[in-house]
Structure formats: C-alpha cells, structure tokens
C-alpha cells in the first residue's frame, strides 16, 4: 500500500493502475447496493412476518370470540328448549289429571241425558291432543334445539286446551244430566197434576166432607208453582208430589165414606118400607080376625041363649073366646088398634124381630109401639 502510495505520489499513474482502481471503487459501490437490498429484504420479511403474526393472531381471536359466541348460543337454546319441555310435562300432568277426574262422568249412561251429544264431546276431548317430543340434549346443536323447543311449546299448548276442553265437556255432560233429571220430575208431577185435577172435578158433591176437596185444591196449585219454578230443587218436587198423593188420598176416604153412608141409608129406607109394609099387613090380617071372632061368638051366644051364659058363675060361655087378659089387649077394648090377643108366653113377630130390642139394633131408632112383643 505505501509502494502504491509511493507510486502514486512518485509519478503518473498507468492504464493497468487506473483501470484496477475504477474496478476497486465499482466494487466496492457494488458491494453497498447489496447490503442496502438485503437490509431492505431482511426490513420487509420483518414487516411481513410481523403483519402476518398479527393476522394470525386477529383470526385465532376472532374464531375463538366466534366459538364462544356459538357456545353461548347453543347453550341458551338448551336452556329454552330444557324449559319448554319442563312446562309442557306439568301441562300434560294437568290433561292426565282431567282425564282421571273425568272418568265417572264419561261413564254416564247415554239414557240419563237431555243431549247425548255432550258425552261425545267428552270421550273425544279425552283423547290425547299430542305427542311427547324428543328430549331436549345438550349435546344437540342450536338448530336442533331450536326446533325441538317448538315441537316442546306446541304440545304443552295442546294438553293445556285439551284439559280445558275436557273439564268443559264434562260440565256439558253433568248439566245435560240435571236437565234430563229435572224434565222427569216436571214430567211426573204434571201427570200427577192433571190425575189430582180429574179427582177434584169428579168429586164434587161426592164427597163426605168437603174440606178435603178444597186441600186438594191448595196442593194442586202448590206443584204447579214448583213446576213453573225453574229453580225449585229436587227435593221439592217430592214434596208436592206427597202432598198430592196424601190430598187425594183423603178425597178418595170421603168419597168412599160418603158412599157408605148413602148405601146404609138407602138400605135402611129400604127396611123401613118394607117393615111399613109388614105392619100394614098385619094390621089387616088383624081386624079380619077379629071381625071374623066376633061372629062367632054372637052365633055360639045365639045359639045357647042364657043358659050358655050361666053356666059357669063368672066366667065365660062354653064355646065362647076367652077373656082378654088385663092388660087391655083386645080388639074391642080400649087397647091398640091394631093389636090381638096373644096367649101368654108366644110373641107376635112381623119380620124385624122376636124383641123390640132386636128390631131396634137391626133398623136402628127408637120402637114406636105399633107391633105388640108379648112376652
């Protein structure tokens, strides 16, 4: 270097020199470009490194906030889905219930009912309206979820009605049943109306008392007034249906009684007639006995004269009737009319009787005296 220095100093430079120092400067000028581009290179490999780092690591942030979000998501259509099927079984606990409370009323007999109509409605209502889902499960996806979620709601929204319809059909069905119920007794008690007013037209003046025409009246009128009562209670047409039956029971006793009555009056009309006429006999047959008594006597008396008189001191003719007792029973003396003499100890009977006593208990009354009982 100092021999080139020398050189340099010492003289003019040559071609040969000049042309290795132009060659030395261009490589050296080379050799900066070089490490100018490589440091621009290794400057922009950094940079790109560096920015390619940060996408990386934007996108791993960003997938995992997106993962999460996903997360969350499903996570809350389980929890929508887990408590939609939780109320949809306590909906179909509720239907099972109706349906078990239902069960005697959906028994009842068809015949029972003003509308048959209304136990159809209930055996139709008993049936189950839906299905039971899938299970909601936490290993299901969002989607899923989702959906099972409304199949969940859709079947709780089912039972509910269905429990409701049944608890309204089966309140169709019992009131159906009381109006039935009630439409028999309205029925019995206007047959058993217009039986007691036939009574009471065809007991007028057929009656022994009454009273119990007009008793019968009044409960007429009290089972038309529980008939005409939409509100009357079932027990009150047993009322009025009793108070018919014992009011017409009574009308019927007088009835009968009154009969009774007209039947021993005219009987006993008719035994007195028929005594009447016994007596009027009697007294007849009488008098012709003793006209024809008479007779005799005055022929026996003509025909003895005196002598038949005096033959026995004080005492009657031979041949002649004998005397009338004391008593005064004779057909000439002062006694009855229409009596006869009756040898002691035999009694004149004219039909009643051998006694005044029986003819008393047979015909009743009082004994007038116009037959002779002699004893």
Request: proline share 3%; aromatic share 4%; hydrophobic share 35%.
């Amino acid at each position: 270097m100092d021999g080139n220095m020398n050189g340099m100093g010492a003289g003019p430079v040559g071609p040969d020199q000049t042309e290795t120092q132009a060659s030395a400067v261009s490589g050296r000028r080379r050799g900066g470009r070089r490490r100018v581009l490589l440091a621009a290179l290794l400057a922009i490999c950094v940079a790109g490194a560096g920015s390619g780092f940060a996408v990386w690591r934007h996108g791993v942030r960003a997938a995992q906030a997106e993962a999460v979000q996903a997360e969350q998501t499903r996570q809350a259509a389980y929890d929508a889905c887990a408590k939609a099927q939780s109320d949809a079984q306590t909906a179909l606990e509720a239907y099972q219930n109706a349906v078990a409370d239902s069960q005697q009323v959906a028994a009842t007999d068809p015949s029972t009912l003003a509308d048959s109509s209304t136990l159809d409605a209930l055996n139709s209502a008993r049936t189950s309206p839906a299905v039971s889902p899938d299970a909601c499960r936490a290993d299901l996806g969002a989607d899923a979820l989702d959906a099972l979620t409304d199949s969940w709601k859709s079947a709780a929204a089912a039972w509910t009605q269905g429990a409701e319809d049944i608890q309204s059909a089966a309140q169709a069905v019992s009131d159906s049943q009381a109006a039935k119920a009630r439409q028999d007794r309205v029925d019995a008690l206007n047959g058993k109306i217009q039986e007691a007013r036939a009574l009471l037209d065809s007991s007028d003046g057929n009656v022994a008392d009454a009273q119990t025409r007009f008793t019968l009246t009044d409960a007429i009128n009290a089972a038309q007034g529980i008939v005409d009562d939409q509100s009357s209670a079932p027990d009150a047409f047993d009322q009025a249906s009793s108070g018919l039956d014992a009011a017409m029971g009574a009308v019927n006793d007088s009835i009968a009684r009154k009969q009774a009555d007209d039947a021993a009056a005219a009987q006993a009309a008719a035994a007195a007639a028929q005594a009447q006429a016994q007596r009027q006999a009697a007294v007849s047959g009488s008098s012709t006995g003793r006209r024809q008594t008479t007779g005799t006597s005055r022929a026996t008396t003509g025909t003895s004269g005196s002598t038949g008189r005096s033959t026995t001191s004080g005492g009657a003719a031979s041949g002649s009737a004998p005397a009338p007792p004391a008593s005064g029973n004779t057909g000439t003396s002062g006694g009855s009319s229409s009596s006869t003499y009756v040898p002691h100890g035999r009694v004149m009977h004219y039909g009643c009787g051998d006694t005044p006593e029986e003819c008393i208990a047979k015909y009743g009354g009082t004994y007038d005296g116009t037959n002779p009982f002699i004893d």
